[in-house]
Protein backbone atom coordinates (compact mmCIF):
# COMPACT_ATOMS: atom_id res chain seq x y z
CA UNK A 1 0.00 0.00 0.00
CA UNK A 2 2.77 2.16 1.06
CA UNK A 3 4.31 1.87 -2.71
CA UNK A 4 0.91 2.13 -4.01
CA UNK A 5 0.78 5.74 -2.42
CA UNK A 6 4.38 6.67 -3.56
CA UNK A 7 3.62 6.18 -7.42
CA UNK A 8 -0.20 7.90 -6.97
CA UNK A 9 1.78 10.67 -5.91
CA UNK A 10 4.54 10.52 -8.24
CA UNK A 11 1.76 10.46 -10.88
CA UNK A 12 -0.03 13.73 -9.75
CA UNK A 13 2.96 15.28 -9.20
CA UNK A 14 3.88 14.65 -12.75
CA UNK A 15 0.63 15.87 -13.75
CA UNK A 16 0.26 18.75 -12.10
CA UNK A 17 3.63 20.18 -13.38
CA UNK A 18 2.67 19.17 -17.35
CA UNK A 19 -0.67 21.05 -16.88
CA UNK A 20 0.59 23.90 -15.34
CA UNK A 21 3.00 24.22 -18.17
CA UNK A 22 -0.33 24.15 -20.82
CA UNK A 23 -1.96 26.80 -18.24
CA UNK A 24 -4.52 24.35 -16.90
CA UNK A 25 -5.01 22.84 -13.73
CA UNK A 26 -5.31 19.14 -13.77
CA UNK A 27 -8.05 17.35 -11.87
CA UNK A 28 -7.41 15.22 -9.47
CA UNK A 29 -9.25 12.62 -7.19
CA UNK A 30 -8.45 10.54 -4.64
CA UNK A 31 -9.81 7.05 -4.61
CA UNK A 32 -10.49 5.72 -1.16
CA UNK A 33 -8.37 2.24 -2.40
CA UNK A 34 -5.57 4.72 -1.94
CA UNK A 35 -6.05 6.55 1.33
CA UNK A 36 -7.34 3.75 2.73
CA UNK A 37 -10.42 3.71 5.40
CA UNK A 38 -10.02 6.74 8.03
CA UNK A 39 -11.04 5.94 11.69
CA UNK A 40 -13.14 8.16 14.09
CA UNK A 41 -11.04 10.24 16.17
CA UNK A 42 -10.31 9.70 19.70
CA UNK A 43 -11.65 11.36 21.95
CA UNK A 44 -7.84 12.08 23.46
CA UNK A 45 -6.69 12.35 20.19
CA UNK A 46 -5.66 16.05 18.54
CA UNK A 47 -7.74 16.66 15.39
CA UNK A 48 -4.99 17.20 12.61
CA UNK A 49 -6.46 20.07 10.36
CA UNK A 50 -5.44 21.38 7.26
CA UNK A 51 -6.77 25.13 5.73
CA UNK A 52 -7.42 25.63 2.33
CA UNK A 53 -7.55 29.72 1.58
CA UNK A 54 -5.60 31.34 4.53
CA UNK A 55 -6.44 35.28 3.95
CA UNK A 56 -9.01 37.36 5.32
CA UNK A 57 -11.61 35.09 7.07
CA UNK A 58 -9.13 31.61 6.38
CA UNK A 59 -6.38 33.47 8.37
CA UNK A 60 -8.98 34.29 11.15
CA UNK A 61 -9.33 30.43 11.10
CA UNK A 62 -5.74 29.48 11.44
CA UNK A 63 -5.33 31.69 14.36
CA UNK A 64 -8.35 30.37 16.44
CA UNK A 65 -8.11 26.99 15.75
CA UNK A 66 -4.13 26.97 15.85
CA UNK A 67 -4.30 28.04 19.86
CA UNK A 68 -7.18 25.34 20.67
CA UNK A 69 -5.65 22.67 22.47
CA UNK A 70 -7.34 19.58 20.50
CA UNK A 71 -6.24 20.77 16.90
CA UNK A 72 -3.13 20.18 15.38
CA UNK A 73 -2.11 22.01 12.41
CA UNK A 74 -0.73 19.55 9.74
CA UNK A 75 -1.14 22.33 6.36
CA UNK A 76 -1.55 25.47 4.86
CA UNK A 77 -2.71 26.01 1.44
CA UNK A 78 -3.91 29.03 -0.32
CA UNK A 79 -2.61 29.66 -4.67
CA UNK A 80 -1.03 33.35 -2.92
CA UNK A 81 2.31 31.81 -1.79
CA UNK A 82 2.37 35.09 0.64
CA UNK A 83 -0.50 33.92 2.10
CA UNK A 84 0.94 30.64 2.90
CA UNK A 85 4.22 31.83 4.48
CA UNK A 86 2.60 34.03 6.23
CA UNK A 87 0.38 31.87 8.13
CA UNK A 88 3.08 28.59 8.15
CA UNK A 89 4.71 31.25 10.25
CA UNK A 90 2.20 32.38 12.63
CA UNK A 91 1.81 28.57 13.23
CA UNK A 92 4.98 27.65 13.59
CA UNK A 93 6.79 24.21 13.88
CA UNK A 94 6.78 22.81 10.11
CA UNK A 95 3.20 22.33 8.30
CA UNK A 96 2.77 20.96 4.98
CA UNK A 97 2.25 23.60 2.86
CA UNK A 98 1.06 23.85 -1.11
CA UNK A 99 -1.25 26.08 -3.40
CA UNK A 100 -2.79 23.24 -4.75
CA UNK A 101 -5.52 21.67 -2.42
CA UNK A 102 -5.35 18.38 -4.33
CA UNK A 103 -1.96 17.68 -2.67
CA UNK A 104 -3.36 18.55 0.72
CA UNK A 105 -6.45 16.36 0.34
CA UNK A 106 -3.51 13.30 -0.68
CA UNK A 107 -2.25 13.31 2.66
CA UNK A 108 -2.86 10.74 5.91
CA UNK A 109 -1.29 13.09 8.39
CA UNK A 110 -4.77 15.36 7.59
CA UNK A 111 -7.79 14.33 9.21
CA UNK A 112 -9.72 17.71 8.36
CA UNK A 113 -10.09 20.24 6.36
CA UNK A 114 -11.12 24.00 6.74
CA UNK A 115 -12.36 25.88 3.27
CA UNK A 116 -12.17 29.80 3.20
CA UNK A 117 -11.69 30.27 -0.43
CA UNK A 118 -13.93 32.72 -2.71
CA UNK A 119 -17.26 30.92 -2.84
CA UNK A 120 -16.90 29.23 -6.38
CA UNK A 121 -14.02 26.53 -4.98
CA UNK A 122 -16.66 25.78 -2.16
CA UNK A 123 -18.32 22.93 -3.41
CA UNK A 124 -15.41 21.30 -5.62
CA UNK A 125 -13.34 21.26 -2.69
CA UNK A 126 -15.54 20.35 0.26
CA UNK A 127 -17.11 16.84 -2.26
CA UNK A 128 -13.53 16.61 -2.77
CA UNK A 129 -12.49 16.50 0.49
CA UNK A 130 -15.21 14.00 1.55
CA UNK A 131 -14.26 11.62 -0.58
CA UNK A 132 -10.50 11.82 0.48
CA UNK A 133 -11.93 11.00 4.12
CA UNK A 134 -11.73 14.25 5.21
CA UNK A 135 -14.57 16.26 7.77
CA UNK A 136 -14.80 19.66 7.08
CA UNK A 137 -15.67 23.00 7.74
CA UNK A 138 -17.09 25.42 4.68
CA UNK A 139 -17.06 29.20 4.81
CA UNK A 140 -20.11 30.42 3.41
CA UNK A 141 -21.79 31.02 0.92
CA UNK A 142 -22.70 27.24 0.97
CA UNK A 143 -22.52 27.38 -2.77
CA UNK A 144 -23.28 28.83 -6.01
CA UNK A 145 -25.47 26.82 -7.72
CA UNK A 146 -28.53 24.55 -6.28
CA UNK A 147 -26.83 21.33 -8.53
CA UNK A 148 -23.74 22.09 -6.40
CA UNK A 149 -25.54 22.05 -3.23
CA UNK A 150 -27.18 18.85 -4.02
CA UNK A 151 -23.77 17.16 -4.76
CA UNK A 152 -22.59 18.93 -1.68
CA UNK A 153 -25.31 17.30 0.61
CA UNK A 154 -24.32 13.42 -1.37
CA UNK A 155 -21.21 13.57 -0.64
CA UNK A 156 -21.47 14.33 2.83
CA UNK A 157 -23.67 11.77 3.22
CA UNK A 158 -21.50 8.59 0.94
CA UNK A 159 -18.78 8.98 3.00
CA UNK A 160 -20.32 9.55 6.39
CA UNK A 161 -17.95 13.21 6.86
CA UNK A 162 -18.90 15.75 9.24
CA UNK A 163 -19.52 18.52 7.65
CA UNK A 164 -20.14 22.38 9.45
CA UNK A 165 -21.56 25.50 7.18
CA UNK A 166 -19.64 28.49 8.64
CA UNK A 167 -22.97 30.34 9.36
CA UNK A 168 -21.78 31.03 12.82
CA UNK A 169 -25.39 32.55 13.77
CA UNK A 170 -26.57 29.18 15.22
CA UNK A 171 -23.96 29.24 17.77
CA UNK A 172 -24.11 32.43 18.47
CA UNK A 173 -26.78 33.06 22.02
CA UNK A 174 -28.47 36.31 20.61
CA UNK A 175 -29.43 33.74 17.69
CA UNK A 176 -30.53 31.16 20.11
CA UNK A 177 -32.47 33.06 22.34
CA UNK A 178 -34.40 35.11 19.42
CA UNK A 179 -35.52 31.65 17.62
CA UNK A 180 -36.51 30.57 21.28
CA UNK A 181 -38.89 33.35 21.40
CA UNK A 182 -40.24 32.72 18.02
CA UNK A 183 -40.47 28.96 18.11
CA UNK A 184 -42.14 29.44 21.39
CA UNK A 185 -44.79 31.38 20.04
CA UNK A 186 -44.24 34.46 22.01
CA UNK A 187 -44.94 36.87 19.45
CA UNK A 188 -47.72 34.41 18.19
CA UNK A 189 -48.34 33.40 14.61
CA UNK A 190 -45.20 34.42 12.10
CA UNK A 191 -46.78 35.81 8.65
CA UNK A 192 -43.67 37.79 7.80
CA UNK A 193 -40.09 38.06 8.47
CA UNK A 194 -38.38 41.53 7.14
CA UNK A 195 -34.79 41.50 6.37
CA UNK A 196 -33.07 44.38 4.97
CA UNK A 197 -29.27 45.53 4.26
CA UNK A 198 -27.20 48.28 3.30
CA UNK A 199 -26.75 48.20 -0.85
CA UNK A 200 -24.49 46.38 -2.75
CA UNK A 201 -20.41 48.12 -3.80
CA UNK A 202 -20.74 50.51 -6.79
CA UNK A 203 -17.92 50.37 -9.62
CA UNK A 204 -14.90 48.30 -10.63
CA UNK A 205 -12.69 49.62 -13.43
CA UNK A 206 -11.34 47.58 -15.94
CA UNK A 207 -7.72 47.45 -15.11
CA UNK A 208 -6.82 44.30 -16.26
CA UNK A 209 -3.01 43.26 -15.57
CA UNK A 210 -0.92 41.24 -14.28
CA UNK A 211 -1.38 39.21 -11.03
CA UNK A 212 1.15 39.23 -8.34
CA UNK A 213 3.74 37.26 -9.05
CA UNK A 214 2.85 35.54 -5.49
CA UNK A 215 -0.55 34.46 -7.26
CA UNK A 216 -1.52 31.32 -9.37
CA UNK A 217 -4.24 33.48 -10.83
CA UNK A 218 -5.16 30.32 -12.74
CA UNK A 219 -5.40 28.35 -9.75
CA UNK A 220 -7.36 31.06 -7.98
CA UNK A 221 -9.90 31.20 -10.62
CA UNK A 222 -10.28 26.80 -11.19
CA UNK A 223 -13.64 26.42 -12.33
CA UNK A 224 -15.14 29.86 -12.71
CA UNK A 225 -15.31 31.37 -16.31
CA UNK A 226 -11.43 32.75 -17.62
CA UNK A 227 -10.87 36.27 -17.00
CA UNK A 228 -7.65 38.54 -16.79
CA UNK A 229 -6.54 39.49 -13.86
CA UNK A 230 -7.80 42.08 -12.18
CA UNK A 231 -7.78 44.03 -9.05
CA UNK A 232 -11.27 44.88 -8.60
CA UNK A 233 -11.89 41.48 -8.23
CA UNK A 234 -9.19 39.95 -6.52
CA UNK A 235 -8.88 39.48 -3.28
CA UNK A 236 -12.49 40.54 -1.45
CA UNK A 237 -14.65 42.55 -4.87
CA UNK A 238 -14.98 38.96 -6.82
CA UNK A 239 -18.24 39.65 -4.31
CA UNK A 240 -19.76 42.01 -6.96
CA UNK A 241 -19.86 40.12 -10.17
CA UNK A 242 -22.96 37.84 -10.30
CA UNK A 243 -21.26 34.56 -11.83
CA UNK A 244 -18.67 34.25 -8.89
CA UNK A 245 -20.16 36.12 -5.67
CA UNK A 246 -23.71 36.98 -6.40
CA UNK A 247 -23.99 40.58 -4.12
CA UNK A 248 -24.73 40.80 -0.08
CA UNK A 249 -27.77 38.71 -0.99
CA UNK A 250 -25.37 35.44 -1.66
CA UNK A 251 -23.05 36.65 1.58
CA UNK A 252 -24.15 38.39 4.63
CA UNK A 253 -27.67 36.88 2.94
CA UNK A 254 -26.56 33.29 3.99
CA UNK A 255 -25.86 34.44 7.36
CA UNK A 256 -29.49 36.10 8.44
CA UNK A 257 -31.69 34.02 6.42
CA UNK A 258 -29.45 30.99 8.09
CA UNK A 259 -30.77 32.67 11.48
CA UNK A 260 -34.49 33.21 9.99
CA UNK A 261 -34.73 29.39 9.04
CA UNK A 262 -33.66 28.30 12.44
CA UNK A 263 -36.33 30.67 13.90
CA UNK A 264 -39.31 29.89 11.68
CA UNK A 265 -38.30 25.54 12.02
CA UNK A 266 -37.87 25.88 8.19
CA UNK A 267 -34.86 24.04 7.44
CA UNK A 268 -36.53 21.00 6.01
CA UNK A 269 -38.78 23.21 4.04
CA UNK A 270 -38.57 25.83 0.79
CA UNK A 271 -40.24 28.43 -0.82
CA UNK A 272 -42.98 28.22 -3.38
CA UNK A 273 -42.25 31.37 -5.29
CA UNK A 274 -39.45 34.20 -5.80
CA UNK A 275 -39.55 37.37 -7.13
CA UNK A 276 -36.72 39.72 -7.15
CA UNK A 277 -35.67 43.58 -8.72
CA UNK A 278 -33.13 45.15 -8.54
CA UNK A 279 -31.51 48.50 -10.39
CA UNK A 280 -28.12 47.22 -11.89
CA UNK A 281 -24.60 50.05 -11.85
CA UNK A 282 -24.32 51.92 -14.83
CA UNK A 283 -20.76 52.21 -14.85
CA UNK A 284 -17.96 49.54 -13.70
CA UNK A 285 -17.23 45.97 -14.17
CA UNK A 286 -19.39 44.52 -11.32
CA UNK A 287 -22.85 43.46 -12.39
CA UNK A 288 -24.90 42.57 -9.55
CA UNK A 289 -27.59 44.88 -9.13
CA UNK A 290 -27.17 48.03 -6.75
CA UNK A 291 -30.67 48.04 -4.80
CA UNK A 292 -32.38 44.97 -4.33
CA UNK A 293 -35.88 43.85 -3.73
CA UNK A 294 -36.70 40.67 -2.91
CA UNK A 295 -39.60 38.07 -1.82
CA UNK A 296 -40.21 34.65 -1.21
CA UNK A 297 -43.69 33.19 -0.07
CA UNK A 298 -44.00 29.28 2.08
CA UNK A 299 -46.59 27.75 2.08
CA UNK A 300 -47.99 24.97 4.96
CA UNK A 301 -47.29 27.62 7.83
CA UNK A 302 -48.10 30.46 5.39
CA UNK A 303 -45.25 33.40 5.72
CA UNK A 304 -42.92 35.38 4.05
CA UNK A 305 -39.57 36.67 3.73
CA UNK A 306 -38.46 40.02 2.29
CA UNK A 307 -34.77 41.16 1.27
CA UNK A 308 -34.47 44.88 0.96
CA UNK A 309 -31.54 46.91 -0.41
CA UNK A 310 -31.33 49.67 1.13
CA UNK A 311 -34.36 49.05 4.00
CA UNK A 312 -35.62 50.71 6.39
CA UNK A 313 -33.33 50.88 9.05
CA UNK A 314 -35.09 49.56 12.48
CA UNK A 315 -34.06 51.33 16.30
CA UNK A 316 -32.89 48.25 18.41
CA UNK A 317 -34.68 49.17 21.91
CA UNK A 318 -32.11 48.74 23.81
CA UNK A 319 -30.06 51.22 21.48
CA UNK A 320 -32.59 53.74 20.22
CA UNK A 321 -30.28 55.86 19.42
CA UNK A 322 -28.05 54.17 16.24
CA UNK A 323 -30.52 52.23 13.94
CA UNK A 324 -29.57 48.60 12.54
CA UNK A 325 -27.52 48.94 9.55
CA UNK A 326 -28.94 45.18 8.56
CA UNK A 327 -31.01 42.87 10.67
CA UNK A 328 -34.53 41.13 10.57
CA UNK A 329 -37.88 41.75 12.16
CA UNK A 330 -39.88 38.91 12.69
CA UNK A 331 -43.57 40.11 12.58
CA UNK A 332 -46.37 37.64 14.27
CA UNK A 333 -50.26 38.45 15.55
CA UNK A 334 -49.41 39.66 19.07
CA UNK A 335 -45.99 41.56 18.36
CA UNK A 336 -42.46 41.50 16.88
CA UNK A 337 -39.08 41.06 17.42
CA UNK A 338 -35.55 42.40 15.95
CA UNK A 339 -32.07 40.30 15.62
CA UNK A 340 -28.88 42.18 14.94
CA UNK A 341 -27.03 41.30 12.00
CA UNK A 342 -27.50 37.95 10.45
CA UNK A 343 -24.53 36.29 12.66
CA UNK A 344 -26.74 36.86 16.01
CA UNK A 345 -24.62 39.36 16.91
CA UNK A 346 -28.04 40.83 19.46
CA UNK A 347 -31.93 40.47 19.72
CA UNK A 348 -34.23 42.29 21.85
CA UNK A 349 -33.84 42.11 25.61
CA UNK A 350 -37.65 39.86 26.32
CA UNK A 351 -35.71 37.44 23.77
CA UNK A 352 -32.77 36.96 26.18
CA UNK A 353 -34.63 36.93 28.86
CA UNK A 354 -37.20 34.50 27.89
CA UNK A 355 -36.70 30.95 29.28
CA UNK A 356 -38.95 28.32 27.64
CA UNK A 357 -41.12 26.29 29.90
CA UNK A 358 -40.53 22.49 30.95
CA UNK A 359 -42.50 21.64 27.67
CA UNK A 360 -41.22 24.02 25.08
CA UNK A 361 -38.64 24.19 22.69
CA UNK A 362 -35.31 24.73 23.80
CA UNK A 363 -32.79 24.32 21.26
CA UNK A 364 -29.55 23.03 21.76
CA UNK A 365 -26.46 24.76 23.00
CA UNK A 366 -23.52 25.17 21.38
CA UNK A 367 -20.03 26.21 22.38
CA UNK A 368 -18.67 27.85 19.54
CA UNK A 369 -19.17 27.21 15.81
CA UNK A 370 -15.67 25.86 15.57
CA UNK A 371 -15.65 23.79 18.69
CA UNK A 372 -19.02 22.38 17.68
CA UNK A 373 -17.64 21.05 14.53
CA UNK A 374 -14.52 19.42 16.77
CA UNK A 375 -17.03 18.06 18.97
CA UNK A 376 -18.95 16.26 16.30
CA UNK A 377 -15.84 15.12 14.57
CA UNK A 378 -15.17 12.99 17.76
CA UNK A 379 -18.92 12.01 18.39
CA UNK A 380 -19.67 11.44 14.87
CA UNK A 381 -23.09 13.59 15.63
CA UNK A 382 -24.18 16.33 12.90
CA UNK A 383 -23.05 19.29 13.64
CA UNK A 384 -25.71 22.64 14.72
CA UNK A 385 -25.22 23.96 11.01
CA UNK A 386 -24.91 20.86 8.85
CA UNK A 387 -24.72 21.20 5.02
CA UNK A 388 -27.85 20.13 4.29
CA UNK A 389 -28.77 23.56 6.57
CA UNK A 390 -26.76 25.51 4.70
CA UNK A 391 -28.23 24.50 1.42
CA UNK A 392 -31.91 25.04 2.29
CA UNK A 393 -30.78 28.39 3.52
CA UNK A 394 -28.51 29.58 0.17
CA UNK A 395 -31.14 28.53 -1.94
CA UNK A 396 -33.08 31.21 -1.15
CA UNK A 397 -30.64 33.71 -2.89
CA UNK A 398 -29.81 31.57 -5.53
CA UNK A 399 -32.97 31.86 -6.71
CA UNK A 400 -33.40 35.27 -5.81
CA UNK A 401 -30.34 36.43 -8.17
CA UNK A 402 -32.00 34.09 -10.94
CA UNK A 403 -35.44 35.61 -10.47
CA UNK A 404 -33.59 39.22 -11.02
CA UNK A 405 -31.90 38.47 -14.05
CA UNK A 406 -34.54 36.92 -15.82
CA UNK A 407 -37.35 39.48 -14.87
CA UNK A 408 -39.98 38.10 -13.17
CA UNK A 409 -41.85 35.89 -10.50
CA UNK A 410 -40.81 32.27 -10.73
CA UNK A 411 -42.73 29.42 -9.22
CA UNK A 412 -40.99 27.30 -7.37
CA UNK A 413 -40.77 23.02 -6.09
CA UNK A 414 -38.92 22.94 -2.55
CA UNK A 415 -39.08 19.37 -3.10
CA UNK A 416 -37.40 18.92 -6.41
CA UNK A 417 -35.45 22.28 -6.31
CA UNK A 418 -36.71 23.18 -9.51
CA UNK A 419 -39.10 25.74 -11.17
CA UNK A 420 -42.32 24.76 -11.84
CA UNK A 421 -42.80 24.79 -16.20
CA UNK A 422 -39.99 27.05 -16.37
CA UNK A 423 -37.43 25.54 -19.09
CA UNK A 424 -35.52 28.71 -18.98
CA UNK A 425 -35.18 29.16 -15.42
CA UNK A 426 -34.26 25.73 -14.65
CA UNK A 427 -30.84 26.59 -16.95
CA UNK A 428 -29.65 28.79 -14.34
CA UNK A 429 -29.84 25.81 -11.27
CA UNK A 430 -26.27 24.65 -12.73
CA UNK A 431 -23.33 26.38 -13.68
CA UNK A 432 -20.77 25.16 -16.75
CA UNK A 433 -17.18 24.87 -14.94
CA UNK A 434 -14.36 25.84 -16.99
CA UNK A 435 -12.50 22.65 -18.37
CA UNK A 436 -11.11 20.56 -16.80
CA UNK A 437 -13.08 20.73 -13.45
CA UNK A 438 -16.33 19.14 -12.67
CA UNK A 439 -18.12 17.72 -9.77
Known amino acids: MAEQ ?12 AEAGAAGISFPYFVPSHVLGQQGRVGANDKIAIGF ?9 HVNNFHNMPSVRVTGICDVDNRQVVGAARRVGGKPFTCKDHRELLDRNDVDAVVISTPDHWHAIMMVQACQAGKDVYSEKPTCRTIQEGQAMINAANKYQRVVQIGSQGRSEPAARACAQYVRNGQIGTV ?3 EVWHPTNFVGGTHVDGQPPASLDWNLWLGPARWR ?20 FIRDRGNHVLSCVFWSMNAD ?16 GIWDVPVTME ?43 VILEHGDGADTERKAKDYTPPRDGITLPTSPGHRENWLECIKTRQKPIMP ?30 RQFIGDEEANRFLADPYRYPWHL
Open 228 to 247: LYNQNIHPFNFRWLMDIGGG
Open 191 to 193: DRV
Open 294 to 336: AKWEFKNPDWTVTWSQPGRQRPFPERPDRPLDWGAQFFGDKGS
Open 268 to 283: STGPVSVEATGEPDKV
Open 5 to 16: RKLTRRRFLKAS
Open 387 to 416: VEAGVAVIVLPIIANISYLLGRKLQWDPKS
Open 52 to 60: VGVGGRGGD
